[in-house]
């Protein structure tokens, strides 16, 4: 597989503190990428600067083998990457078909003045659901009345919408219970068998092996290993970060 | 069931007060008092629309009364020095519309709350109302041509119902077949999500805010006409009208958020209620403690969006 996502020696410093001491990180085109370590470790802050949010002191990033630097989310969007938060960032009380083409309506022109393509995007939104496997039907039903996976789903197929070749995932499953947590994972299944790449920060060390091709972990700022999961437990990952701190 | 209520059960019950009025009210239901009525909810629903537009994108506008009587004076004192009407109406819409852009200015980019910064603008615009009059309305026999914009009669209807109903059909069209429209309910509804999916938000209040100082405009500019007179304080009583209104509108069709038809029907309903009142007998302070009530019940119905605005404060 072919890299899709290389950031070398990344340095990101707030004032005094050092966040980020020269990260690694290196993900390959279609592959499910899980970023582990402790709260301070520099995940957030490495996927700042993937997602535009932020931008390096020094270091550098390449996307499908071309350096680049984002002035701001809306170029990391450009460039294929879109990042899915915590709080998924959707309008809880706008409609599925709307959250999904959020910033990016289709339109059509009725006598030369362009409309909202109300029935293109709601096909369009089945579309996108379907290639995720969801049972959703209602594309008008507020997102407020979905269950967490579902949302979840939502959040993905704005990010397809975008052509997200690279969809970073912040703790998807934190507020989730456990059937909803599942279905997450589905997803993300979902999304690799679609040929997109995964980036997954999470503490379930528990998801990480159950969906993750590969963890990259970091300790202080720096990425201190990167391996494959297989035969990773979910324990022996956990170890793994441990020993990394301790060490 | 449960969603057919929420959705429609204001509007069934003011259509229960309309119907209890027609049977109990004298002459309420005659053609010259509802073409009255209509004409009279004119003014009030093309403030709410505007109103309305503010709303959405979740700031408030107390200003827009203020901003109409400013325009008003403006209108009317080039249309008493004998300028020629098209150019005192651009004047008036002008004027309304840089004091709606001002507020938009000063909530999106000095990032003072909306509930402060449009009521600085009332004040200010309530003082020059008063500079420029000196305290005394404009009254005058003017240009026929002008008092015909919302005097006249089309095919025996007002004009007045042809502009009012113009201006809610574009802005229903806006609000909800345009992206504009969608921009401006995503900013209202979720900011920093909207934000992140790379919408202008702070354009957005500013056009929410700048729409609802053109509506002022525009009714100000009829009101002249209508009334062939300019006063500062003239269209004071539309702000509490004007959120009765809105706030009322909130609690049909799109419940819990600020929509065009709701504010409509809720202009009409405030509308029908202070005739009917009038021909009932009631008297006058009443149609202030309906006011109450209905701001306060609606609110109560409905706050989800008003608490976001509140809490921008």
Redesign the interface.
Known sequence: MTDILVVRGAVKSYGAVQALRGADLTVARGEVHALCGDNGAGKSTLIKLVSGVESPDDGTLSVAGREARFAG??EA?AAGIATI?Q????????TIY?NIY????L?KRLLGI???DRAAMIAGAQGFLKQLGSTLDDMTAPVENLSGGQRQAVAIC?ALRWKAEIIIMDEPTAALGVRETQQVLKLIRMLKANGVTVILVSHNMNDVVAVADRVTILQGGRSVQARATDGLSADALARLIMDERAA | MKSFVAKYGTALAGLAVLIFLVIFARNFASQANLLNVLKQTSFLTILSVGFTFALITSELDLSFASLCSLAAVVTGGLVHAEIAWPLAALAGLGVALAGGALNGFLVTAIKVPSLIATLGTASIAGGVAFMITGGVAFVGRWDATFLSLARGKLFGIPTLIFFMAAVVLIAWFVAN???LG??M??TG??Q???H????ATRRMKLIGLTLSGLAAGIAAVLLVSNLSSAAPQMAGDFLMNGIAAVLLGMTMFQP??PNIAGSFVGALTIAVLANGLVLLGAPYYLQDIMLGVIVIGSVSVSA?VLKKAAFAV
């Open positions: 989310p809306h969007l938060h709080d998924l960032g959707l309008a809880p009380r706008m709307q959020m910033g990016s309506e339109e362009p409309v909202l704005r | 077949r345009t992206k969608v921009h309910l995503a509804e979720a920093e999500a909207a992140r999916a790379g919408i819990g958020r989800s």
